[in-house]
Every structure is written in C-alpha cells, then in structure tokens.
C-alpha cells in the first residue's frame, strides 16, 4: 500500500497485554507510525505469554500485537521516563492506555496535563 490511510497518524501506546496494543496494532496496521511504549526489564507482559516460536523465540501474542511498532524503553515511574514521555507526545495524535483507573493520574499523567502538552491529542482509554 503506496500510501496507508493513517499514514500521517502517529500514536503512543503505553498500554499492556492485549485490548491496549490490540488497538495500536489495527492503527499500525492502517500505516500509522505507532511508537510502543515498554518498561524496563522485561517489557510488555504479552512479551511472556503463550507460545513461542521456537525460529526466535517470540511469543505469538507478542507477533500479533507488537507487530507494526517501533518500541522504546521509559520508565514511567521515573521523573525522565515522564518527562521522554511528554516530549513524544507533543508530536503525537493518539495516545492508548489501558491502566487501571486512576494509574495514570498517579503518574501526574491526566489528561489536563497531557491536553496541556498537546491540545490536539486524542487520549484513548481502553
């Protein structure tokens, strides 16, 4: 496809396991430029789940939703993760989260601060 639909779209995805960057991933695959949030250590949580492949060691959950993605590392419990956060998302359209209620306003992530950082920003909730 020479040029995607949502090719000049570019979200964030700090989501976890499934429903989140199931979502990211549809975008993704429309041709957005979707930039995959992960956590120090071990990464995504879906990254561990099910089956591996046994050619590289990927899980299928992992092919499936994480395909498509750029990723970067920020840790979000960090004043500098929040703070590479913020900066990404100064030139972002979309953001998907799937925390719990109330995780993200924890992080002093709100979404008056985050609209604040960036007043044309969509903030999907899954």
Do not use: Q, Y
Request: charged fraction near 30%; hydrophobic fraction near 40%.
């Amino acid at each position: 496809m020479p040029n995607p639909p949502l090719s000049d779209l570019r979200v964030i995805d700090i989501s976890t396991v499934l429903a989140g960057p199931g979502c990211a991933r549809h975008l993704a695959d429309f041709g957005a430029d979707v930039i995959k949030v992960e956590r120090p250590g071990t990464g995504d949580t879906v990254r561990d789940m099910g089956w591996r492949d046994p050619s590289d060691d990927v899980t299928l959950f992992w092919k499936m939703v994480g395909r498509g993605k750029r990723t970067i590392v920020l840790d979000l419990k960090s004043e500098d993760g929040v703070s590479v956060l913020r900066k990404l998302l100064e030139t972002a359209d979309v953001l998907v989260e799937n925390f719990r209620p109330g995780k993200l306003e924890a992080l002093g992530l709100e979404p008056e601060v985050l609209l604040a950082v960036n007043p044309k920003l969509v903030i999907t909730r899954v």
